[in-house]
C-alpha cells in the first residue's frame, strides 16, 4: 500500500471511530440517547461540577461531543472538531478525572488521555484526503 493511500485509510479510520464515540456521548448527554441522562441530567451533573451556569456549559459540552463527532465521521473541519473535543477532554481531566489517578478502573484520566493523543493527532495531520471538507 502507498504511503499517501496509508495515511490516508489511517487518518479515515481514527476520524470515523472516534467520531462515532462521540455522537454517541453527545447524543447520550443532550437527547437521553443510548440510556443517557439527557440534557436535564447533564445539567445536574455540570452543577455538581461547580459550574456557574451548568445549562449553558452542558449544552456547549454536548453540542461539541455530538457536532464535533459528526464532523470527524464526515471529515468536515476535522481540525477544529478535533481541537474543541481536545478542550473537552482537558477540562473532563481537570473538573472528573484528575482527582483519581491515572487508571480507568478507578475513575482516573486514562481514556481522556488517549482521546487527547488521538485528537493531537488528527489536529496536526487533519482528516486527511477522504475528508468532505479538511481546512
Not at 452543577?47 to 451548568?54: A, D, K
Request: aromatic residues 14%; proline residues 1%.
Amino acid at each position: 500500500m502507498a504511503r499517501e493511500t496509508s495515511r490516508d485509510l489511517s487518518m479515515f479510520v481514527l476520524r470515523v471511530i472516534l467520531g462515532t464515540i462521540f455522537i454517541i456521548h453527545g447524543g447520550q448527554k443532550l437527547f437521553g440517547m443510548f440510556d443517557g441522562i439527557g440534557i436535564e441530567g447533564t445539567t445536574k451533573m455540570m452543577e455538581g461540577l461547580g459550574f456557574q451556569y451548568p445549562y449553558i456549559v452542558a449544552l456547549v459540552w454536548s453540542g461539541i461531543e455530538f457536532i464535533g463527532g459528526m464532523f470527524l465521521v464526515l471529515g468536515v473541519l476535522a481540525r477544529y472538531a478535533a481541537f474543541s473535543i481536545a478542550i473537552v477532554q482537558l477540562v473532563n481531566i481537570w473538573k472528573i478525572n484528575l482527582a483519581y489517578g491515572f487508571f480507568i478502573q478507578n475513575g482516573g484520566y486514562e481514556y481522556s488521555l488517549l482521546i487527547l493523543g488521538v485528537c493531537v493527532m488528527l489536529i496536526c495531520m487533519g482528516g486527511g484526503s477522504w475528508s468532505v471538507w479538511d481546512a
